[in-house]
């Protein structure tokens, strides 16, 4: 079993619906969650990142770590289609370096 | 552009061959950091310099692999007698050593593939 389990999709939406995607984790040491999003043949893209359980807030995207279940959400409202992309959730140790990927969901926004 | 840039974005080799592979990370960033990405996967850890020292690296980096970081600016990931299991992307990433926060950036990665 990998330590953190993502769902890899694809996802299809309509234009302007709610997007949520999510991850589980089984390593109760991680204590820093990150989102990133990667366009096809791209580097990954730092969306967002949060520290221990809560919810953080940033345009229209919201991160949420519920660390008592091992489970991290991103929640994307109003979606674009230039939202499209693969979603990658992340996580570290407290005293760690290297980051700990999901597989990847893969999203698609349509007009 | 400040990013990390990642030299080159494509080389495609055959089998046997040796490649070598460059990082620039953002200017004051100390930590750098390797990732390898393979089709419908995530990014996974290969190794990690804080300065010019390589502090940690994986199971995955077999013999065949060797990176430096001579100076403490940019790094160098080599791969001997490439495999064709070795195609994949190859992630750079770097950060800035802070006390409350670790944020990994990333650059546009070299696409290896062995024919």
């Known amino acids: 079993q990998k330590e953190v389990e993502q769902d890899p999709g694809p996802l299809s939406v309509p234009e302007g619906a709610i997007v949520s995607l999510n991850c589980t984790y089984s390593?109760?040491?991680?204590?820093?969650f990150m989102w990133y999003r990667q366009y096809s043949r791209k580097g990954p893209e730092l969306l967002m990142y949060?520290?221990?359980?809560g919810n953080k807030e940033d345009g229209r995207f919201t991160a949420q770590v519920d660390k008592s279940s091992k489970y991290i959400s991103l929640f994307i409202r109003d979606s674009q289609p230039s939202d499209s992309a693969t979603y990658l959730c992340a996580m570290r140790t407290g005293g760690g370096n290297k980051l700990t990927f999901g597989t990847g969901t893969q999203l698609k926004v349509e007009l | 552009d400040t990013g990390v840039s990642q030299n080159p974005r494509h080389k495609i080799t055959k089998r046997g061959q040796n490649v070598t592979f460059r990082c620039d990370p953002i200017s004051e960033h100390n930590r750098l950091y390797w990732y390898r990405q393979t089709l419908g996967q995530g990014p996974e850890f290969l190794t990690y310099f804080q300065n010019e020292a390589q502090l940690e690296k994986s199971r995955l980096l077999s013999d065949r692999f060797s990176a430096e970081r001579p100076k403490g600016s940019f790094s160098t990931l080599e791969i001997q007698r490439t495999e064709q299991g070795d195609s994949a992307m190859y992630l750079c990433?770097?950060?800035?050593?802070?006390?409350?926060?670790?944020?990994?950036?990333f650059g546009p990665g070299t696409r290896l593939t062995v024919l």
């Open positions: 990433a770097s950060s800035l050593d802070l006390i409350t926060t670790d944020t990994q950036y």
């Open positions: 949060t520290y221990s359980s």
């Open positions: 390593n109760s040491a991680f204590q820093y």
